[in-house]
Nanobody
Framework: QVQLVESGGGLVQAGDSLRLSCETSGRTFSSYRMAWFRQAPGKEREFVAAMPWSGGSTYYGDSVKGRFTISRDNAKNTVYLQMNSLNPEDTAVYYC??????????????????????WGQGTQVTVSS
């Protein structure tokens, strides 16, 4: 059974940092593209960051560029999202997702949540002002 399990969310103050983790199991994701999305109450799902599990280029949404970093640890089968300089607008449920390599990789495909095959249950991040 494929599982993506997020952890690391919590309540922090503006300017603080958090690192989210997404532990994967049930299959090998070495050829997949991994991503983080978020959804705030009353808002649409928003692309945060993505990267191929094999490494290489990373991709970010405009609102997090320069503050967030996506990475992975092959030995731990885990994808991370390091979030720095958090602000209240970053408050949301953060989801980890995996995309099969069915398409040529592009920003438009990586940022489209409809093209992802597996999702985690989400972890809440709340940033107070």
């Amino acid at each position: 059974q494929v599982q993506l399990v997020e952890s690391g969310g919590g309540l922090v103050q503006a300017g603080d940092s958090l690192r989210l983790s997404c532990e994967t199991s049930g299959r090998t994701f070495s050829s997949y593209r991994m991503a983080w999305f978020r959804q705030a109450p009353g808002k649409e799902r928003e692309f945060v960051a993505a990267m191929p599990w094999s490494g290489g280029s990373t991709y970010y949404g405009d609102s997090v560029k320069g503050r967030f970093t996506i990475s992975r640890d092959n030995a731990k089968n885990t994808v991370y999202l390091q979030m720095n300089s958090l602000n209240p607008e970053d408050t949301a449920v953060y989801y980890c997702a995996a995309q099969k390599p069915s398409y040529a990789m592009s920003y438009s495909r990586l940022s489209n949540g409809e093209l992802y095959d597996y999702w985690g249950q989400g972890t809440q991040v709340t940033v107070s002002s």
